[in-house]
């Protein structure tokens, strides 16, 4: 955003607006759709984002508009990924796979998991007759 603020600085929900090529009704309607979104509330009910909040909404867009959700489909990636996986949409970062997010749990988390996978190939092979 090229504002002339810093980086870091609160933005007007005109602002954000602005930088997203969004209408500031739908930023105050996805803020109702998403818990997630919360900017800081001044006097008279003024919304100010913080660069993280602008983030955010803009993986929210990344998501509505690039990639064809619906708001519900959204709100399912926001639960599953998490809020840090939506906010790397919107810098381009590559968001977390399975396999990084796997790599990152508990040790005694992941063996129960790769359990409970095993047993399931096993059930999938009793039940179809393949072996792969």
């Given at each position: 955003m090229s504002s002339g603020k810093s980086d870091n600085a609160f933005r007007t929900i005109s602002e954000v607006a602005e930088a997203l090529a969004v209408k500031p009704h739908v930023l105050?309607?996805?803020e109702s759709k998403f818990d997630e979104i919360q900017p800081v509330?001044?006097?008279a009910g003024r919304r100010y984002y913080r660069p993280e909040d602008v983030a955010l909404i803009a993986g929210?867009?990344?998501l509505l508009h690039e990639q064809g959700m619906t708001i519900k489909g959204a709100q399912k990636h926001l639960k599953e990924n998490g809020v840090s996986d939506v906010r790397a949409l919107a810098s381009g970062d590559k968001p977390k796979t399975e396999n990084t997010a796997l790599a990152e749990m508990s040790g005694d988390r992941r063996s129960?998991?790769?359990a409970a996978r095993q047993n399931l190939v096993q059930a999938r092979i009793l039940l179809t007759g393949e072996d792969n």
């Open positions: 105050r309607f996805w509330k001044r006097a929210i867009k990344h129960k998991l790769e």
